[in-house]
C-alpha cells in the first residue's frame, strides 16, 4: 500500500460551502475586478488584522515587488539577501536594478546589518532584506544604515505575515513592506500579495502603478502595470481571515511539538525563534549538523523514501543561479553564511492539518538516524 504523502506545506482551505456565499454576490452584482467591493473590504479588514494603516491588495507578491521598487523610483543597485526565495533577485532585474549580495547572520539567516555598509557605493539606492521563515530582521540597525546613508528600504515580507514585534506588526518598518498570499504561505488567497506603506498619497500612487497608471477615464499618470487582485481573490481571502486564529493555533502547537521532540537529538538544532512577541510558524527549519550521522541530503532523500517531502529552503542560493552567479558580491567568500546554512538547512512540513500522527512519524525518521 502507497504511503500517504506529506508535503512541506498544504494550503489551508476553509470548507467550501462557505465560500458559496461569497460566489453568489459576486454573481449578482458581476463585478469581477477593478478594485471592486471584496477589494475594497478586504483591505480594510486586513489593515485592521495586521494593524497597518494603508495596503493595496496585488495578484501576487512578485509583481507587488516589482511595483514597490517602482513606487520609490529604485535604480542603481540594491542590497540584498542571498538566501531567500528567487523572486527577491528577480523583482530587482525586472527594475532593472543590480542586486548586490551581503551576507546573512547564524543565529537568524536574515540580512547581516554589521555587513551592509561595506557593500554600499555611490550607485546604492536601496536596501532589500527578507524576514526569512517569519523571523524579524534587525530592522533598527537596517534603519540605521539606512538613514546614515539615505537609501530607501523595502522589506520582503512574504513568511512574515501577522508577524508582530515589541513595538507592533513588522510590517510597518522601512519605506514599503511586500506580502505574498500564494498558496503556499500562511495566509492564502490562491494567489495574491500586498504592499503595505505609510500613507495616503504612497498608497495613491501604488494604486495607480497596479493599474495600467490610470487615475481615471482618460488620465494615465505612469507606465503602471496591470497587478490588481480580482473579486474572487479578495473573498476568499475575507473568509481566510476569519480561520486565521484556528491556522495560527494549530501552526504554534506543530511547532512546539518539533521543538520539543528534536531538542535532544545530536546534530540537529532548530533554527531558533527571533525577537517576535507574535511568531506565525510559516516554516519549520532544521539545521542538519555534521555530528548528525546522516548528511543533509541523505536526510532529504531518507524522509523522501517514507513518502515525506521537506524542502530544502533555501537551497540552490539565489547566488547559484546563472543570471546572479557573475557578479561580484555573488562570490563564495563574500557569503560564507548564506553557503554554509543553505548547505545545512532542511524545512520540515507545517500546515494546520499536519496530523500528530504525521508529525510523530516525521519525527521518528528525524531520530532513527541509522545509515541504511
Ligand atoms: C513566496 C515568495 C515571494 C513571491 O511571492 P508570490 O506571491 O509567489 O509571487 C517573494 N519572496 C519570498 C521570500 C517568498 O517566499
Redesign the pocket.
Known amino acids: 500500500m502507497a504511503a500517504e504523502k506529506i508535503y512541506v506545506t498544504q494550503p489551508y482551505l476553509p470548507p467550501l460551502e462557505e465560500f458559496i456565499p461569497y460566489l453568489e454576490q459576486i454573481w449578482a452584482n458581476k463585478v469581477l475586478t477593478n478594485g471592486g467591493p471584496f477589494h475594497q473590504q478586504l483591505e480594510q479588514a486586513l489593515c485592521r488584522y495586521l494593524g497597518v494603516p494603508h495596503i493595496s491588495l496585488f495578484s501576487?507578491?512578485?509583481?507587488a515587488?516589482i511595483t514597490a521598487l517602482q513606487a520609490l523610483r529604485i535604480k542603481g543597485e540594491v542590497i540584498t539577501t542571498p538566501y531567500?526565495?528567487v523572486?527577491?533577485a528577480h523583482a530587482l532585474l525586472w527594475q532593472n536594478c543590480t542586486p548586490v549580495f551581503v551576507d546573512i547572520e547564524p543565529h537568524t539567516l536574515n540580512l547581516d546589518p554589521a555587513k551592509i555598509e561595506a557593500a554600499i557605493t555611490p550607485q546604492t539606492t536601496a536596501i532589500l532584506p527578507?524576514h526569512c521563515y517569519g523571523n524579524p530582521c534587525d530592522t533598527a540597525a537596517i534603519q540605521k544604515i539606512a538613514d546614515n546613508y539615505n537609501l530607501r528600504v523595502i522589506y520582503?515580507a512574504?513568511?512574515a505575515f501577522g508577524v508582530q514585534d515589541a513595538g507592533g506588526s513588522i510590517l510597518r518598518h522601512g519605506d514599503l513592506s511586500v506580502l505574498?498570499?500564494?498558496a503556499?504561505?500562511v495566509f492564502n488567497t490562491f494567489?495574491?500579495?500586498a504592499i503595505i506603506c505609510h500613507d495616503a498619497k504612497t498608497k495613491q500612487r501604488i494604486d495607480h502603478l497596479k493599474n495600467f497608471g490610470f487615475v481615471d477615464e482618460v488620465t494615465v499618470v505612469a507606465p503602471g502595470i496591470n497587478a490588481k487582485m480580482s473579486e474572487i481573490n479578495a473573498a476568499f481571502g475575507l473568509l481566510q481571515l476569519e480561520h486565521m486564529p484556528h491556522v495560527m493555533q494549530r501552526r504554534a502547537e506543530i511547532d512546539a511539538y518539533y521543538r520539543e521532540q528534536l531538542a535532544h537529538v545530536p546534530g540537529i538544532t532548530c533554527l531558533p525563534q527571533g525577537h517576535q512577541t507574535v511568531a506565525n510558524h510559516s516554516y519549520f527549519p532544521i539545521l542538519v549538523g555534521p555530528e548528525y550521522p546522516l548528511s543533509r541530503d541523505a536526510l532529504y532523500e531518507k524522509l523522501k523514501e517514507h513518502g515525506i517531502y521537506a524542502r530544502r529552503y533555501f537551497y540552490p542560493l539565489i547566488t547559484d543561479f546563472p543570471m546572479y552567479k557573475n557578479l561580484s558580491s555573488a562570490n563564495k567568500s563574500n557569503i560564507l553564511n548564506s553557503k554554509e546554512f543553505s548547505e545545512q538547512v532542511l524545512c520540515a512540513p507545517i500546515f494546520p492539518e499536519l496530523s500528530l500522527k504525521n508529525q510523530i512519524k516525521i519525527i521518528d525518521i528525524i531520530k532513527s538516524s541509522e545509515i541504511r
Request: proline share 0%.
Open positions: 501576487n507578491g512578485t509583481l515587488l531567500s526565495f523572486a527577491t527578507v520582503d512574504a513568511h505574498s498570499f500564494h503556499t504561505k494567489e495574491g500579495g
